[in-house]
């Protein structure tokens, strides 16, 4: 019925009536549990919203956001899956960020990380607000305690190192200072500082107190913000050298730090990066899933 509707107003070129069933109809629809049928609905939307060429507006944002906070979330849910790759989609084509717009971004993460999909959630939230960063802080220790890594910074490493790699420095440092915090209050013998002192500094330089974890990848992300605070090529050429063992972990790592090396400190193949196409290539691809287990090293290199 909804469908015959709907395409009787398309006909009559009354699409806002059509966008307004079908945005009811798959609400109605998703009440009474029937999930499927709703998330016909609530595509036939979007493919209006394409079709009719609707802006971004909070009223358009709205109707879509509407809809995603009805459906369950459950594992293998692909309809919310490809109503969600879709909404995206849809707001990176009419909107002004080209990976998606940030807020919804940041609602549809927030609710996976509510749900404690922290993969789910941080594959959206790494292309949020100011307030997703911080987010991810607390995802990053969360997820880091359900022992799934043996290097517990690895998930702090995944969020911080994304944002770097979209050149998200202040971001990168919420999710970081979020992060620590969590640790220094909740397990405070795995944090601590030590003065750190660039080998690029001329001897009898002042060392400066960074944070420091006794998981190697959280105290790589430490100094990695710092050398990047400071543009420092040859420091973070040492830097990346020295915790290459700690991102074996996960090839992901690699690929991040080599995106950075490119668009902090012009490093890497002669081509100039495409930052936007990869990371479109990485959103509606998504992030690798983390493994199921790691190495962990405990020493701290480039410390005093």
């Not at 009719?52 to 899956?81: C, H, M, W």
């Not at 495409?274 to 020493?299: C, V, Y």
Request: proline share 6%; aromatic share 10%; glycine share 6%.
């Amino acid at each position: 019925m909804y469908h015959s509707v709907c395409q009787r107003f398309v006909k009559q070129k009354k699409p806002n009536d059509a966008i307004a069933l079908l945005h009811s109809g798959s609400l109605n629809l998703l009440k009474y549990g029937q999930i499927g049928s709703a998330a016909d609905l609530a595509g036939r939307m979007l493919d209006l919203y394409e079709s009719e060429g609707v802006e971004l507006s909070d009223a358009s944002k709205a109707r879509v956001v509407e809809i995603f906070q009805a459906f369950p979330v459950q594992e293998e849910n692909t309809y919310l899956t490809d109503f969600v790759r879709a909404a995206i989609k849809w707001t990176s084509k009419h909107g002004n960020c080209p990976t998606g717009d940030p807020q919804l971004q940041h609602i549809v993460g927030s609710k996976f990380f509510k749900e404690k999909e922290y993969y789910d959630a941080e594959s959206h939230l790494v292309y949020g607000t100011n307030d997703s960063a911080k987010a991810l802080g607390h995802l990053a220790f969360e997820w880091s305690q359900q022992g799934y890594c043996t290097d517990k910074g690895y998930f702090i490493a995944r969020s911080a190192l994304s944002l770097l790699a979209q050149k998200k420095l202040h971001k990168a440092h919420i999710a970081f200072e979020t992060y620590a915090k969590s640790v220094q209050s909740q397990t405070p013998s795995e944090a601590t500082t030590a003065p750190f002192r660039p080998t690029t500094d001329p001897a009898g330089s002042p060392a400066q107190q960074v944070p420091v974890f006794s998981h190697r990848l959280a105290t790589f992300v430490s100094l990695l913000l710092f050398v990047i605070q400071r543009d420092s090529l040859d420091q973070f050429t040492i830097l990346r050298a020295e915790y290459r063992t700690a991102l074996d972990i996960d090839g992901y790592l690699h690929a991040l730090v080599d995106k950075i090396a490119a668009v902090w400190f012009n490093l890497g193949p002669k081509q100039q990066p495409n930052i936007i196409e990869d990371l479109m290539k990485s959103l509606f691809a998504g992030p690798p899933p983390p493994p199921a287990a790691g190495r962990s090293r405990q020493a701290v290199t480039g410390l005093d």
